[in-house]
């Protein structure tokens, strides 16, 4: 394997371990319909292999059943910062990767440009608007939390973990793995007691939920929640854990993966136009500041 230091991307060049992490999904693990995956997706772009890697490796290594329970408890209950969704916007989109300049409005851009295709194939209002705020949650890292924490597929911890999910080798280095309370096929858990008992890995998802599920009608919650749970909305994994319910709602998180994934445009959506328009999207299901 080739360890030229001198193909590497310029500092100012490489990509955040979030963005790496997404380009991974989308290119290598989960590409677009019709498009032929990596055979191996460890044959990833060299430096992007290599961060991406590292970040399972302390994912799969740190979320335990315990740690996620920890997490909850440090942030749902909500009271570290009122906010209104444009300011929570604005705040999210300080977070940019230092070492890149042109990574700023990256945020902003990711969550209009799927706002913006889920308007364009006209789905309803809701639906539009959960593309604006389905990565809200990536506050998160503002309030200190490292990215391996906050990003990533999300999975169920106090049970197995699938084979399926991407890296699975390194729950190897995870306690839990190890812990016969966790390890078996139900774990902790009722077979078909449904996900709304199961806790998930610790991330954006999970968060956003909880601050936003006095607000949204069902299905969102359901695309917010598990946006990035790749094992059950792609792999078909864990169908054990689920209940009607969760089989009622899967199309509609399968339904908006695409738009999370391929809406990436040429053309940005200008956020100045644009704007009025979700103001007035905003004021119709969100009280004027949501607690984070
Ligand atoms: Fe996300
Ligand atoms: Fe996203």
């Given amino acids: 394997m080739s360890s030229d230091s001198s193909s590497k ?5 490489r990509k955040n371990v979030g963005e790496a992490w997404e380009d991974f999904i989308e290119q290598q693990v989960y590409p677009q319909p019709g498009k032929k995956a990596k055979d191996d997706y460890r044959d990833y772009d060299h430096t992007d292999r290599e961060s991406v890697s590292d970040f399972y490796k302390e994912n799969h ?5 315990e740690y996620a329970g920890q997490k909850r408890e440090e942030f749902l209950s909500l009271d570290r910062k009122q906010m209104t969704i444009f300011e929570a916007l604005d705040f999210l989109n300080t977070l940019v990767d230092d070492s890149d300049p042109d990574t700023e409005l990256d945020q902003l851009q990711h969550l209009l440009q799927t706002a913006e295709a889920i308007r364009a194939d006209g789905h309803e209002r809701w639906f539009v608007l959960t593309g604006l705020l389905h990565d809200l949650g990536k506050v ?6 490292p990215q391996w924490a906050v990003v990533g597929d999300t999975f169920p911890v106090g049970c197995r973990f699938s084979d399926r999910i ?4 390194f729950f190897e280095e995870n306690s ?6 966790y390890n078996t096929r139900l774990g902790i858990y009722d077979e078909n007691g449904g996900l709304d008992n199961v806790t998930m890995s610790w991330g954006h998802d999970e968060y956003l939920y909880y601050v936003m599920k ?5 299905p969102a919650l359901y695309m917010i929640r598990y946006h990035s749970f ?19 709602m899967l199309p509609w998180v399968k339904k908006f993966n695409p738009y999370d994934l391929y809406s990436k445009c040429p053309t940005l959506p200008n ?3 644009l704007r009025p328009y979700y103001a007035d999207l905003v004021q119709e299901f969100l009280p004027t500041k949501v607690a984070f």
């Fill in 230 to 248: 790749y094992a059950w909305h792609r792999e078909g994994e864990y169908d054990w854990l689920c209940n009607d319910r969760d089989r009622e």
């Fill in 176 to 181: 839990d793995h190890h812990d016969l309370r």
């Fill in 214 to 218: 006095d607000y949204l009608p069902e």
């Fill in 166 to 169: 991407v890296y699975h080798e």
């Fill in 61 to 65: 290594r740190h979320q335990t059943y």
């Fill in 140 to 145: 998160l890292c503002l309030f200190g939390e």
């Fill in 9 to 13: 991307p310029e500092p100012s060049k």
């Fill in 271 to 273: 956020w100045q136009e």
